[in-house]
Antibody, heavy 120, light 110 residues
Framework: QLQLQESGPGLVKPSETLSLTCTVS??????????WGWIRQPPGKGLEWIGS???????YYTPSLKSRVTISVDTSKNQFSLRLSSVTATDTAVYYC????????????WGLGTLVTVSS | QSALTQPASVSGSPGQSITISCTGT?????????VSWYQQHPGKAPKLIIY???RRPSGVSNRFSGSKSGNSASLTISGLQAEDEADYHC??????????FGGGTKLTVL
């Protein structure tokens, strides 16, 4: 049974960098049949795809966040990570890590999500 | 890349059918048969209920169905049940390995 678990600080100060890690268990992150991604949901709002990474390290980001986002993968730890720089209050959201079948356009497995609040 | 457009809310009585629309553009919904739908109960992670426009993952009730026409997609839930009360989100592939979501629709079962 595949499980994804987000971890990282729940509170980040404005202008600092948000960093989250997703640990994958029950499956290998190195498989060629999946992307691994981050999706967020501001309180009371809809979902926003942030970006995805392939095990090889190829990355894809949503245009509106591209200048501030870095997604990386550590196959030795079966983890992938999100860094979002220069955060403001509008980056306050529940952040989900997720698995996306390769070349599919959908998410077939989600983490439980972690709330990150941007506040001084 | 703009968010897909969904109604903020829909409602229906038990046993009825409801349809939730999802409108995109010729760059996303209209170009690919890769619309997906997710059900999200309060405080929970979303769950995939429709992919590739109309296919259901194993274990998802056949009361859920999806369709697409032009730049719009729809999710229909038939035989509404109390447990269907949730938020529903559409998503489309938008090319170059990118995705775009809708704003979400709150379904109330009366």
């Amino acid at each position: 049974q595949l499980q994804l678990q987000e971890s990282g600080p729940g509170l980040v100060k404005p202008s600092e960098t948000l960093s989250l890690t997703c640990t994958v268990s029950g499956g290998s992150i190195s498989g060629s049949t999946y992307y691994w991604g981050w999706i967020r949901q501001p309180p009371g709002k809809g979902l926003e795809w942030i970006g995805s990474i392939y095990y090889s390290g190829s990355t894809y980001y949503t245009p509106s966040l591209k200048s501030r986002v870095t997604i990386s993968v550590d196959t030795s730890k079966n983890q992938f990570s999100l860094r979002l720089s220069s955060v403001t209050a509008t980056d306050t959201a529940v952040y989900y890590c997720a698995r996306l079948p390769y070349s599919s356009g959908w998410v077939d497995s989600w983490g439980l999500g972690t709330l990150v609040t941007v506040s001084s | 890349q703009s968010a897909l457009t969904q109604p903020a809310s829909v409602s229906g009585s038990p046993g009825q059918s409801i349809t939730i629309s999802c409108t995109g553009t010729s760059s996303d919904v209209g170009s690919y048969n890769l619309v997906s739908w997710y059900q999200q109960h309060p405080g929970k992670a979303p769950k995939l209920i429709i992919y590739e426009g109309s296919r259901r993952p194993s274990g998802v009730s056949n009361r859920f169905s999806g369709s697409k026409s032009g730049n719009s997609a729809s999710l229909t839930i038939s035989g509404l049940q109390a447990e269907d009360e949730a938020d529903y989100h559409c998503c489309s592939y938008a090319g170059s390995s990118t995705l775009v979501f809708g704003g979400g629709t709150k379904l109330t079962v009366l």
